[in-house]
């Protein structure tokens, strides 16, 4: 059982590249969601789903597309990475939105 | 959304030693899961605990919603206790977008 998988696990970009980050799960889980983890901040929410073909913005949204074509796999898109994108970027999925949720193991991204 | 506060920021510990870590929010909730990020920046669930005590092993947590608090309890220390706890909370109500608190750092000297 994989759990969550978030590929890759590091990244370097030039400012104004773009990129996705992949984040897929195999529990059948309704619920996924990105966050940022700075220095000090803790974890804050990017985008988040609550299945298929419907996704909302969190706190952080700016800069950031999300999509949920399927129930397993929903990907990051960086459109125009700028050095304040610097972060570790986790997925994670949960049953429902109000259940235990579990998380990949990150992708540190770097953009220069 | 609701405020999650953790507390202490930072614990120094010497190895076998007993620690407590608390987390309080604002408002009342129907979520709320510790995490402990290890040194490799990994972040592992250790309890899911709306409300209620659980054990697992030399861990414990007990959150009483009523009083908007959670604990973790960590008894006889080891060095890979070691990295930063979390605790993560929902408000009740219907809101999908949880709050981490900002964590305290846990260092176990040998």
């Known amino acids: 059982n994989a759990g969550v998988t978030q590929t890759p696990k590091f990244q370097v970009l030039k400012t104004g590249q773009s990129m996705t980050l992949q984040c897929a799960q195999d529990m059948n889980h309704e619920y996924m969601s990105w966050y940022r983890q700075d220095p000090g901040m803790g974890l804050r929410l990017i985008h988040y789903?609550?299945?298929?073909?419907?996704?909302d913005q969190g706190e952080v949204p700016n800069g950031y597309n999300v999509s949920r074509s399927t129930t397993e796999d929903f990907p990051l898109r960086l459109l125009s990475a700028a050095p304040s994108q610097t972060s570790v970027y986790f997925c994670?999925?949960?049953?429902?939105?109000?259940?235990?949720?579990?998380f990949g193991q990150g992708t540190r991204l770097t953009v220069v | 959304g609701i405020q999650v506060e953790q507390s202490p920021p930072d614990l120094i510990l010497q190895e076998g030693a007993n620690s407590t870590l608390r987390c309080n929010f604002s408002d009342s909730v129907n979520n709320l899961q510790w995490f402990h990020q290890n040194p490799w920046g990994q972040l592992i669930n250790l309890f899911y605990?709306?409300?209620g005590t659980k054990q697992n092993g030399r861990l414990s947590a007990t959150t009483v919603a009523t009083e908007r608090y959670s604990l973790l309890y960590i008894s006889s220390s080891q060095t890979t206790d070691s990295g930063v706890y979390f605790c993560?909370?929902?408000?009740?109500?219907?809101?999908?977008?949880?709050?981490f608190g900002r964590g305290t750092s846990l260092i176990v000297h040998p």
């Open positions: 605990i709306p409300s």
């Open positions: 993560a909370s929902r408000a009740s109500g219907g809101s999908y977008i949880p709050t």
């Open positions: 994670a999925s949960s049953y429902k939105a109000n259940t235990e949720a579990f």
């Open positions: 789903s609550v299945g298929a073909g419907i996704t």
